[in-house]
């Protein structure tokens, strides 16, 4: 499998770039204006063969793994004959990274290992990394720290200046991990190939960040300056992209000709290289200073231990609940993310088999539909636990609305039941032909509403005869999930099969979709006072926000 593995690799040319954190980035977005168009030049590397890894250090030099050739060479500032530096034994060097000292570092992919070479040295070492394999992407921080990302390993691992003791990040779902890069704040970014995203862990942190990226097919090469514009080779799609700071909308780099391009680099003056390894060059793009980009609206909210995500809701104080079933010990649990803050707590529910769904009334009592035991609890603010009178039932979601009456989809008897306040016994609502009723919501004019996979259904309040909403392009297969209402009477659905969230204003024909990026598999949703979205992506076992505006 591993011969296989690194054979495909390489006929797919999926090798990987870091770029050393000593190389500084471009100047702020906003800063000078653009003078001319970038412009792409081919740099004097003649004879290269399958060139995989690219970097810059400060002084302008360029350094590229000649993946086939078995070499790595240095251009120096206005030089337009390369040296091949005094590396050896190497077996397909895959990625090539500069600190500030001018040292250099080499991923040497089939020999599993990293080598450094001392600037004005000419006798390599092996760094003390241990059961890499398939090393890919290297980048090395301010401070000396050398990061890996061993690709077969599906980690990203780090060896402190000076330490002979490697630490594995904690990063998650991680598959096929190939590029990685650091910035001056000591954040690490990795392109997972596998996952076809961006991924990004700030210095002392244990939780990661999805960037916004969109549309990635191969994502390979990763390049972080110190503006914060993270640049991106994506392979499959012949292109590179790039992220600017506080931005949550991606430009594609005007390079041309671009064939299986993979690493990538920035240097002092916000210049971009990629390492174009199907046509065995690599370019250079000029620098420019794009616009101010909007102000981005989305972030991941700080929960900890997630792992199979399913319904989200929020109260009206701004506290956030999410079900999540995480094997192990903290499996099965209701979470809650207190307004404002980084602070977690597990709801006191016992017994809890498979919870699916949650909601929080106006009073603050939350209530839970537990799949496995066919159960709706109610939790009350003091800790207070009463199982609601459903019976016979095989609850997937749950709605509360003003007067506390309690909305629960059956599944498996393809129905909507309500409980209302003060009643034991349910009454089963008008909805009729109902195939896979899924998410609930209700609104405040009492309202309900129901996902049944490829449609979107409205019992009017006082009626007995639903209308079926005109959202459009869901999946009969495994179309949408949750669903919410805001205060306005706008409609929000997550549409997971299409990695979506659709939002249909109340009276209108005509939906829109929301400007998320990075989804996974978006699955639960809720809406604030505020108008903020809020949805779990158990693609990427996170829950993301989007703020109005």
Known sequence: MRAHQRQWRRRANAAIVGVAAAVVGVAACHSSPRSAPPQQTVLPLGGLNHPAGVAVDTNGAVYVADSGNQRVLKLAPGSNSPTVLAFTGLNYPDSVAVDKAG?????????????????????????????????????????????????????????AAGSTTQTVL??????????????????????????????????????????PFDGLKGPIGVAADTAGRISVTDYFNNAAVTLAAGSCTQNVLPFTGLTGPEGAAADTAGNVYVADAQNNRVVKLSSAQPARPPACRQMVLPFTGLDDLWAVAVDTAGNVYVVNNTSGDRRNRVIKLAAGSNTQTDLRLTGLGFPESVAVDTAGNTYVVDNKTNRVSKLAPDNTETV???????????????????????????????????????????????????????????????????????LAAGSSTPTVLPFTGLSPVDGAHGIAVDKAGAVYITDSANKRVLKLAAGSNTQTVLPFAGLGEPWGVAVDTAGAVYVTDRGNAEVVKLAQG
């Open 103 to 159: 040292a250099v570092y080499v991923t040497d992919d089939h020999n599993n290992r990293v080598v450094k070479l001392p600037a004005g040295s000419n006798t390599q070492t092996v760094l003390p990394f241990t059961g890499l394999n398939g090393p890919d992407g290297v980048a090395v921080d301010a401070a000396g720290a050398v990061y890996v990302a061993d690709y077969l390993n599906a980690r990203v691992v780090e060896l």
């Open 388 to 458: 609601l009178p459903f019976s016979g039932v095989a609850p997937r979601a749950v709605a509360v609305d003003t007067a506390g009456d309690v909305f629960v989809t059956d599944y498996h008897k393809h129905r909507l039941l309500k409980l209302a306040a003060g009643s034991n016994t349910p009454t089963v609502l008008p909805f009729t032909g109902l195939a896979d009723p899924w998410g609930i919501a209700v609104d405040t004019a009492g309202d309900v509403y129901v996902v049944d996979y490829d449609k979107v259904l409205k």
């Open 170 to 211: 904690p990063f998650t779902h991680l598959a096929l991990p190939r590029g990685v890069a650091v910035d001056g704040t000591g954040t690490v970014y990795v392109a997972d190939f596998g996952s076809k995203r961006v991924v990004k862990l700030a210095a002392g942190a244990t939780t990661q960040t999805v960037l």
